[in-house]
């Protein structure tokens, strides 16, 4: 059906202004992390909605250890080597598990009720469980330690991997996997030479999903780190002065950095994430 | 080359039973076409024969050798399945090459091979091509292709043409039937088209609920059907039954309100031999049930006309009995045969086309004029 003109209008109108909406906090973190430091403290209470002295100044605070002076000087390449560490590892444990769970459920219906107990998982608040693992966490000593946040990034993410690619594979006909048997490959010859190849775009971007989970965790990293292995979440949390409060130009210098792979990661798999998160719903 | 045996062979999903104690031997270089409705247990004994599913009961045995746990790689089966599983991330060739590398078969064999089976096929001009790019039609030449370049000695095929338009299908119909004769591998080919079961195969395993019906030459599954479901199963369009009684040399039959119809004294002691309870059901196929009036086997039974399909070669005519007007008969007559709707006619039945069934049993208890 033909649309009439005003409700054309009215639409692009309402899109554009969800859209900003959405974009102005990634905008204002990208403009802000280039103001110099009297733009972002708005001193004098005048907003500066560009920055009109742009510099890098911000980046240098929490990079560069030459300015001894500072306390955050240096600071937030820690971090940046934590985060990715523990994100990796994690995904990287949530994947493994989860692409040999999820074949096993697609395939074998392995488990039972278990798929579905991994679902619940998901289905109550992290706040909910975190002291208690932390808890168990303090008894075995993984507090603030790289394989500590990891296990527990690969656990909590595990549901993600599994249902995401359990999607991906019961959309591989079964009979691909029994052709490449008949032809004489073992069950999991023919889960590597035939059912990883058809689902690698699949694999890939729920590798990537769990990755932006992980990288943009705060609460896990919180409660289980303190010193050495603290995320960029939790560090841009700490950035702060006694003399000005919030050191909001450094934050958002830092916010962007933390942004940039969500950002990219999202955009690359955007396609393969709206047809996992149906869960199954669609059938050819 | 290889006979199959299929001894007892029992299979269970649950509580349900797939297949339930299924005998069937199959001999070398035969084509056999396993033939049933939706769900009655075809594409799992399939499955028992390559392998795929073990048996919960029976054995399968090829050449004499009992298979259970064989895996099916190493059975020497090729399968082509229904939806024809081409692995679409690989070109052609390799999609042909592909059970050849797991045998680690040499380089220039495997082309050499796969060359040779392309051509057989006629799908040289494929080979470097994408399998995602292929037409259904295409797609199907190099499910075959695959499944027969290992040279197969059994070769066991999933409903192959039923994805495929009513004319390639015959064509495909016909080609497989060559390349079956050239090559001489033992087929078996499960179907629930009648038509392709009957035209290829040199035996047919009729089965339903789980249950072997009915092994046999085509025409014999046909003319001596084995029991009221092979008879109707078979045959397009469907036998006619008439329910009724037997007695003392005379059908009484329920639909018809004229409803007596004598045996001749040559079959009345055969019929009086065979039968084994009052309760009957007569099978007529639509061809041999003439409408009009001629003189030569008019049953003395009446139908009312009440559609008439032409179809060019011949006009099926369909009939409610004067007895009953829920019960449809068909009638295929010549073409040039012009009923008029609505008009009462007569049947006509020759005796020796007739079948007796036993109702209780639903076996067939005697088939007039043999």
Redesign the interface.
Known sequence: MEQKLYVKVLKFFLIVFVTMLFFFPIYWIFSMAFKPFPEWTAAGGKIYWFPNNPTFNNFRAIFSRKLEMSPIAGTAIRPILNSLTVSIIGTAIAMVVGIFAAYGISRYKAGGNLPFMLLQLRMFPPIAIIIPIMIMWAFLRMIDTWYGLAIIYGVVTLPFSVWLMKTFFDDI?K??D?????????NI?AFFK?VM??AKGGIASSALFVFILNWSDFLIALILTDRRWTTIPVHISKLQSAMVGALYGPKAALGMIAAVPPIVFGILIQKYLVRGFTFGAIKK | MANIVLDKLVKRFGKQVAVNELSLEIKDREFVAILGPSGCGKTTTMNMISGLLKPDAGTVRFDGSVMNNIPPGKRGVGFMFQNYAVFTYLSVYDNIAFGLRIRKMETEQIDKEVQEVARLLQIRHLLSMPASNLSINDMQKVALARSMVVKPQIFLLDEPLSNLDAALRNVMRAELKKIQQELGQTTVYVTHDQVEAMSLADRIAVMNFAVLQQYDAPHNIYNRPKNLFVANFIGSPTINFFEGRYRGGEFNLKDFSAGKMSVSKENKKQVDDSIRGEDIVLGIRPEHLKVGSSRDGVSGLKAKIVSVEPLGSKTIVYMHPDGNPSAILKSSMDSDFKPKIGEMTSLIINEKNLYLFDKKSADLVMRFGS
């Open positions: 006909p009979e691909l029994e052709a490449a048997i008949v032809d004489g490959c073992s010859g035939v190849p058809l």
